[in-house]
């Protein structure tokens, strides 16, 4: 496996993709069963943003602190990465 993959891996990436996915697509769903004029309001946006802010926090932290530390691969670049690319999307949205 690649350095990347073993990061993605350890910060939870594909189950974090998968429910803010879920997520998002859930708070769309209910907001165009729930509006009578099948138009989306603006309500749901904050929301859907809230979700997947909530979801991509939870992928910044590993599972044990003393694990990082003592880890035989660097991770500070990959990191810095992820908080750049965790930014960016938060900053799009």
Known sequence: MTA???YV??????????????GA??????A????????VT???LPLTVLVLV?????TLGGPDDALDRTAARPWGWLRMAHLAAACQVSWCL
């Open 25 to 30: 697509v859930t708070a769309w769903l209910l």
């Open 42 to 44: 603006g309500v749901v």
């Open 9 to 22: 891996r350890s910060r939870r990436g594909p189950a974090a993709l998968g429910t803010a996915l879920a």
């Open 54 to 58: 909530a979801v991509l926090t939870t």
């Open 4 to 6: 990347l993959t073993l």
């Open 32 to 39: 165009a069963v729930s509006d009578q004029k099948s138009q």
